[in-house]
């Protein structure tokens, strides 16, 4: 858009300007003027016409259009006509005769064109002015001249001008009346030489020979004179005939010339009046003043004055010839002016331009600017929008990511009473018989699992009412301190059992509230039981009724003394999808909790710190003027629970063989560290195993460590979702230090994605096992890892190749069994060395290095030390022959003796024997 603008202003500007100039060309050129000369081939024309164009000099407005006519009349015409055509202001004309250029004349001056007659006449007073001398007075002049010359006596001939033009006739009139008194004056002859020197050159000669004697020829002008004389020259040398003409014109073989020569004897100035025509022209068209009739002087020029008058024509020629130079110097220096100004105008139109240029550019970067303001705040606002949408779908994908993970733990959570229902359905099934306690215990096991499927079940449902807004709230009046009561008691056994301080607190012994009972049941009985779930036994979980300081407020606050909760884990206790680090279980109950507390107008909320426990804080507005119609229930419903409580509350409870299982005291091989927090499973897993294994057991991650550490059993199983460190952490934990190392881990998980199998390995778990499983299986592969250790023990002590070894041990174990034995090899000949310094040296106390070394070499660190000083002692007898003292010191026995006895011990033979049967046996062994 600015190119067009600026496009347009620059045309605009080239248009004033050329405007401009044409304007100052026009001003300059303001008038034309139309000039029909008769004829321009004489020299007194061509003066008349260089006159006028040193009169047009001062008069740079008018501009001259000259026609020749040639002599010829109709020519003359037709030129006038071409110049009215052509749309002359002003006609200057000097008629070649005046009868047939009078109608033209007379026609122009009638259309309103000014003209001017100058020189000879037209027949008719239609004109605007004459300019030219007398020419009855200077034929007058003349026949007064000739008469004194010739002294009243003579003859002469009289050479005509144009007949038919009004000079020749008038100064024809003049002469013969000047004549008229001398009557011995004599007109010989009159010849037509029509104003040609060619014509009186040709045509008089017949004339001349005709008069004897002629003492004068008066010729119109001077170059018929002229001709006339060069006749009488050649056809009577020595003749004393006077020639006079007419005109006076200065310049060579002009007529003061041919005086000065004697050639003429006169002339008569007749001016041309070419200046004064231009000045009248120019009067004229500017409407000023002027004279119709102006007559020019004339004069007499012959031998007396022709000196002054060509002193005076030549200083006049020259000063003429001054002024044309001065005009052309003038006119170089208009033209040098007007060159200038056009480079000024030029000049001025660039910086114009550029102004123009520069103003279009700086709107253009304005314009630009803006548009690019405008494109940025598009950009910013395109982005901020990428941005939402980013934002949002990242949030919908965090929001399918948390309904997967959800889904994935619901399910998960349904697994563990799967596996508890259908292991006590395949003992029922296996056993097949009448054993009752067993059969009781299953099926209450069973039992148990199933009503917490269906109270997963329930919530879940309820979400989807929730979700759904089909769950309307259904408040009746009733006693809060009560009904808290009736819930708290659903825990009793459970708290006794465990030792748990569980107490309500609070002033009122009752409290009436508007509540929907089913409802506040499911948040009071949730936070209870997740109060009972992350709550030591020997704990603290205590209720406290109240009523705020606004009095409009129920609260009851649920506090324990329990594991507690990240700050994390609290922040998103109540979404709905999440599942903290500390819990095995899903938010599903909490965020239930919410948002029934939410549909009674209240609120729920918690404060927790990790290790020291949590507190729910209930608020419940008092009254109903808060309720709608429609959220009060239509008759007081009696409230029943809905699925038996109990047995969920008392979900630490265990059956009665459990007693029996603790009992077995029985001392086996090998040991199990059982972890999982879910009491039941454990028992599960227990009750199977105690038969062939001793059992321990740890229900979190840090009981799992520090068991492990201190017992240092021979294998751990291991739950993937604990409270405070889940199974990942305590097998990283366990598989990277020294003491435990080398401890075969089976991980027991409800996840059993492919994804989660990997990281369990990479852990360095040995098995993993997604539940539910066959319990059969996990026997089995504990059996193998036992077997496993055996071999590996075997591999060491024997050097077995290690690819027989299905378990092979981690780095860590090879480096401690490195360590050792280079510790024993090192100082094997120090009989000072034992278990405590050995235990020293590695940075492990005495029963770890004890069971380590047990459990990766099956000895102890005594036996082991023994076998490695004997074997050493083999070589010795075998392939050196220093004494059996010698060896026993070598070897780090204090007495030869004490050697020999232990020697004889494991080899069955002496030292001595054993060297003599040498070649028994292989070298190296
Ligand atoms: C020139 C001329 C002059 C003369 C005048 C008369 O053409 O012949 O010599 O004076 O014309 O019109």
Not at 332 to 344: C, G, M, P, R, W
Request: charged letters at 25%.
């Amino acid at each position: 858009m600015l190119k067009h603008t600026f496009a347009w202003t620059l045309t605009l500007l080239l248009c004033s300007l050329s405007l401009f100039s044409c304007r100052h060309a026009s001003e300059n050129k303001h008038y034309t003027i139309g000039f029909s000369q008769c004829t321009g081939g004489d020299a007194w024309r061509r003066q008349m016409l260089s006159a006028m164009k040193g009169e047009l000099l001062f008069h740079p407005e008018i501009e001259l259009q000259y026609r020749d006519a040639h002599g010829d009349n109709a020519r003359q015409v037709n030129d006038i006509r071409d110049l009215v055509k052509n749309g002359i202001d002003l006609l200057i004309v000097s008629p070649n005769e005046a009868s047939p250029i009078t109608p033209v004349v007379e026609e122009v001056f009638k259309m309103g064109i000014p003209v001017i007659v100058v020189d000879r006449k037209i027949s008719s007073s239609f004109y605007t002015a004459y300019i030219g001398a007398d020419n009855y007075e200077i034929g007058e002049l003349a026949g007064s001249y000739v008469s004194e010359v010739l002294g009243g006596k003579g003859k002469i001939i009289e050479i005509w001008g144009l007949r038919g033009s009004t000079p020749a006739v008038e100064r024809h009139k003049g002469f013969v009346h000047a004549l008229s008194g001398f009557p011995n004056i004599d007109v010989v002859a009159e010849f037509d030489g029509a104003w040609e020197i060619d014509t009186v050159k040709h045509g008089l000669a017949a004339a001349t020979t005709q008069a004897t004697t002629v003492d004068l020829v008066f010729a119109h002008n001077d170059v018929m004179a002229y001709g006339a004389y060069e006749v009488f020259k050649e056809a009577r040398p020595g003749n004393d005939t006077k020639f006079i003409g007419i005109d006076g014109l200065p310049g060579p073989a002009a007529g003061i010339q041919l005086v000065d020569d004697k050639i003429l004897s006169a002339t008569f100035l007749y001016p041309t009046g070419g200046e004064e025509a231009i000045r009248t022209a120019s009067k004229i068209l500017k409407k000023e003043h002027f004279e119709k009739d102006n007559v020019l002087l004339s004069t007499v020029i012959d031998p007396k004055n022709v000196r002054v008058m060509k002193l005076q024509t030549d200083k006049i020629s020259s000063q003429q010839a001054d002024i044309v130079r001065q005009q052309e110097k003038i006119n170089e220096q208009v033209n040098a002016y007007t060159k200038q100004s056009v480079l000024i105008y030029i000049l001025l139109a660039s910086l114009v331009a550029t102004i123009i240029g520069g103003a279009a550019a700086i709107l253009a970067w304005r314009e630009k600017k803006e548009i690019n303001r405008q494109l940025e705040a598009k950009r910013n606002q395109i982005l901020e929008q990428k941005n939402e949408i980013a934002e949002m779908a990242e949030k919908a994908e965090l929001a399918t990511q948390e309904k997967l993970k959800f889904f994935t733990n619901i399910s998960h959570e349904f697994k563990t009473p799967l596996t508890l229902i259908l292991g006590s359905i395949d003992e029922i099934i296996a056993k097949n018989t009448a054993d009752r306690v067993t059969s009781t215990d299953n099926l209450r096991l069973i039992r148990k699992n199933a009503i917490r499927l269906l109270r997963l079940v329930n919530q879940l449902m309820d979400f989807r009412k929730i979700e759904d807004r089909k769950m309307p709230l259904r408040a009746s009046e009733l006693d809060l301190v009560a009904f808290i009561e009736e819930v708290m008691a659903a825990f009793n056994k459970t708290a006794a059992r465990r030792n748990i301080r569980y107490t309500l607190l609070g002033n009122a012994d009752r409290l009436l509230a508007w509540f929907d009972p089913d409802k506040l049941d499911k948040v009071i009985f949730n936070l209870l039981s997740n109060a009972f779930k992350f709550t030591h036994d020997n704990g603290k979980i205590t209720l406290t009724i109240s009523v705020d300081e606004s009095g409009k407020n129920a609260v009851i606050f649920v506090e324990d003394n329990g594991v507690g909760m990240s700050k994390d884990d609290a922040d998103h206790a109540f979404d709905r999808f999440h599942t903290g680090e500390h819990s095995a279980g899903t938010g599903i109950g909490l965020s239930l909790s919410k948002e029934f507390m939410e549909l009674h107008h209240g609120s729920l909320m918690l404060s927790s710190e990790l290790g020291k426990g949590t507190r729910f804080c209930i608020m419940l507005p008092l009254g109903k003027v808060h309720l709608s119609d429609n959220e009060i229930a239509s008759r007081d419903v009696a409230f029943v629970h809905d699925i038996d409580y109990e047995a969920i509350a008392d979900d630490t409870h265990l059956p009665a063989a459990e007693i029996d299982v603790e009992n077995d005291v029985t001392i086996k091989e090998h040991t199990i560290l059982i972890v999982d927090d879910n009491q039941e499973m454990r028992f599960f897993i227990r009750k199977k195993l105690q038969p062939f294994y001793n059992i321990q057991e740890a229900q979190d991650g840090v009981s799992a460590l520090d068991k492990a550490f201190s017992t240092v059993p021979d294998l751990i199983i291991c739950d993937v979702m604990l409270p405070g460190k889940n199974g990942i952490d305590v097998t990283t934990t366990l598989k990277n230090d020294l003491r435990t190392s080398h401890i075969p881990l089976v991980m027991l998980t409800a996840r059993g994605s492919i994804e989660h199998k990997i990281e369990g390995v990479k852990t360095g778990a040995d098995e993993y096992i997604a539940k539910p499983f066959v319990f059969e299986y996990l026997s089995e592969r504990i059996k193998a890892l036992i077997k496993s250790r055996k071999l590996l023990r075997d591999h060491y002590i024997h050097g077995l190749n290690v690819s027989t070894v299905t378990t092979a041990p981690g780095n860590l174990d090879r480096k401690f069994i490195n360590d050792f034995t280079a510790l024993i090899e090192k100082n094997v000949a120090n009989a000072d060395l034992a278990a405590n310094e050995i235990a020293h040296e590695l940075g492990m106390s005495r029963v770890q290095v004890y069971r380590k070394v047990k459990a990766l070499l099956g000895f102890s660190i005594n036996d082991y030390l023994v076998n490695v000083r004997l074997q050493k002692a083999k070589y010795l007898l075998m392939n050196t022959d220093k004494s059996v003292a010698e060896i026993a010191q070598e070897v780090g026995f204090s007495s030869p003796a004490y050697f020999s006895t232990i020697f004889k011990n494991k080899v069955r033979q002496s030292p001595t024997e054993f060297r003599s049967n040498k070649m028994n046996l292989h070298p190296t062994n």
